[in-house]
């Protein structure tokens, strides 16, 4: 009976991948640029970055493979220091994933602190263009 080569791969992989699989995979659908090494790197933090008009996104990635993801408010105050040490906006994505990485259904969320969603409300409500 012979293995299946995809399996093999699969058990072979780091119990993160999904992790890295699913930040790329994001960063792309979101038409956002990684950041080198994950933020690893001094003075370029946060895992990727978007800029849309004039408003820049400093984002951190976070998934999982299970049905819950503890909020960790550590993550919530590093992100917005590092976001306004570089000048942008805040934003954390939560995604629910396959260990593959992929998707699940209605598993993929951006969480932006309330100031800004409040900043964003008026601005739709008033017609405004954020560009």
């Known amino acids: 009976m012979s293995t299946n080569p995809f399996m093999k791969r699969l058990a072979a992989a780091p119990k993160n991948a999904h992790g890295k699989i699913s ?6 659908k979101m038409g956002a640029r990684l950041t080198p090494a994950s933020g690893a790197i001094k003075g370029a933090k946060g895992d990727f970055r978007k800029q849309a008009g004039k408003v820049k996104f400093h984002m951190e990635a976070k998934s999982t493979v299970n049905h819950t993801l503890p909020l960790d408010i550590g993550w919530l105050v590093k992100a917005q220091h590092e ?23 209605s598993g993929e969320w951006v969480a932006v602190p309330l100031e800004y ?4 409300m008026e601005q739709l409500e008033h017609g405004d263009n954020m560009a």
Do not use: D, N
Request: proline residues 9%; aromatic residues 6%.
């Open 23 to 28: 930040e790329k995979r994001l960063a792309g």
């Open 83 to 105: 976001a306004l040490a570089s000048g942008a906006t805040p934003a954390i994505t939560l995604s629910f994933v396959t260990p593959e990485g992929k998707p699940r259904k």
């Open 117 to 120: 969603f409040h900043e964003l």
